[in-house]
Every structure is written in structure tokens, then in C-alpha cells.
């Protein structure tokens, strides 16, 4: 079982809907999770970090957690195609070691 | 600029010859982290740094790759005896408290 699992994709979301992205990870005692943009050809930025269980909002996108099932989602509302990118989950692990998963492409179609 | 750095920013070797890369980290970050990523996938952790010590090394990084950090300040990645599965993009990322930071990357090419 890998770490970090996301789908990988791609998925198509037209524009001004809500694109809703999932990860779950397999280690229970994980305390810190984030969310990363990817364009392509570019590193990752940070979206969003979340710690305790339930949603936290940062203008279009939520993020929420329920570490009960081990599942992060990341929602984002009002789509722009300027959204489309690859978007990784990362995970740290105990103190120090942050995993990501493998993405997922999200398009937005005008 | 206050950013992650890292040089070069593109790197084309022959197999079998050895390549080395720096990061220069975020000044106040003391946490600093390799990744390696391939088409499609997401960063593959390498190895961690807090201050000069290397703290964590995957186990799947084999013996050709090592990096330093010795005045805990930049870093430096060394991959001898390039293979073209080496071929990747390596990035490097900083840490404060809970923001990790990456740096543009180092894509290379063996040959």
C-alpha cells in the first residue's frame, strides 16, 4: 500500500463548477497534510495545510480532513481554467519526512 | 531574491559520469529536503536535513547518490556513475515551522 494515494486523472471539470480532489494515506498517526499546485513544467507551490479534522477554507478552495477514515480532500469552487494543473497531497510523517502522492491532473474546460 | 535556488537549472551528462547539484535554502529555514520526480509522478522523497545533519535517507536512494549540507546552510547532491534511469527532475525544498518551500529544480538528462 503506497503512503499517499490519489487518482491520478485526469479530471475534467467545466468552468465555474467545483472541482473536488481526494487522497487518503495509510499511516493513522500523521498530523500535518497539504496541498501543492502543480503546473506543468514547474514545481510545486502550496495551496493549503490543514492539521485538525474538518474544513478550513482560503478563498476558493477548502480543505478537509477526517483522519478517522484517513482522507483529505480538496474542494474548488468557481473553477477557472487557470486552475488547471496537477495537484499533489503530501503528508508529513512523525516530525520530518513529507511524503506526496503521485497528483492529479485536474482540466477545466471553459 | 528570497527564494529556494537551485543550480543548474538543466543538466545533460553521459552515462556513467558524475553530476553534482546545490540548493540554496529559504536563510532562516534549517529543515532542507531532496525529492527526485518523473513524468506523471508526484516528488519522491530522497533525503532530509536539519542543520548539517542528514537525518533521513530513503531507503530506495542507492549508494551512487549523496548530499551534504555542511554548514547547514547550502546543500549539495552528487550522483555518481550517472544511469539514464537517473534521468528526473531533482528538487529541492526548504522548511520553517510547517511550510515547505520548493526551489525551480534541476532537470537531468543522461544520455
Known amino acids: 500500500q503506497k503512503e499517499v494515494e490519489q487518482n491520478s486523472g485526469p479530471l475534467s471539470v467545466p468552468e465555474g463548477a467545483i472541482a473536488s480532489l481526494n487522497c487518503t494515506y495509510s499511516?493513522?498517526?500523521?498530523?500535518?497534510f497539504f496541498w501543492y499546485r502543480q503546473y506543468s513544467g514547474k514545481s510545486p507551490e502550496l495551496i493549503m495545510s490543514?492539521?485538525?479534522?474538518g474544513d478550513k477554507e482560503d478563498g476558493r478552495f477548502t480543505a478537509q480532513l477526517n483522519k478517522a477514515s484517513q482522507y483529505v480532500s480538496l474542494l474548488i469552487r468557481d473553477s477557472q481554467p487557470s486552475d488547471s494543473a496537477t495537484y499533489l497531497c503530501?503528508?508529513?510523517?512523525?516530525?520530518?519526512?513529507?511524503?506526496f502522492g503521485s497528483g492529479t491532473r485536474l482540466s477545466i474546460r471553459p | 531574491d528570497t527564494g529556494v535556488s537551485q543550480n543548474p537549472r538543466h543538466k545533460i551528462t553521459k552515462r556513467g559520469q558524475n553530476v553534482t547539484f546545490r540548493c540554496d535554502p529559504i536563510?532562516?529555514?534549517?529543515?532542507l529536503y531532496w525529492y527526485r520526480q518523473t513524468l506523471g509522478q508526484g516528488p519522491e522523497f530522497l533525503t532530509y536535513?536539519?542543520?548539517?545533519?542528514?537525518?533521513?535517507k530513503s531507503r530506495l536512494l542507492s549508494d551512487r547518490f549523496s548530499a551534504e549540507r555542511p554548514k547547514g546552510s547550502f546543500s549539495t547532491l552528487e550522483i555518481q556513475r550517472t544511469e539514464q534511469g537517473d534521468s528526473a527532475m531533482y528538487l529541492c525544498?526548504?522548511?520553517?515551522?510547517?511550510?515547505?518551500?520548493f526551489g525551480p529544480g534541476t532537470r537531468l538528462l543522461v544520455l
Open positions: 525544498a526548504s522548511r520553517n515551522e510547517e511550510t515547505q518551500y
Open positions: 499511516d493513522r498517526g500523521s498530523q500535518s
Open positions: 490543514i492539521y485538525s479534522n
Open positions: 503530501a503528508v508529513k510523517l512523525g516530525t520530518s519526512k513529507i511524503i
Open positions: 536563510s532562516e529555514h534549517n529543515r
Open positions: 536535513f536539519q542543520n548539517e545533519a542528514q537525518l533521513e
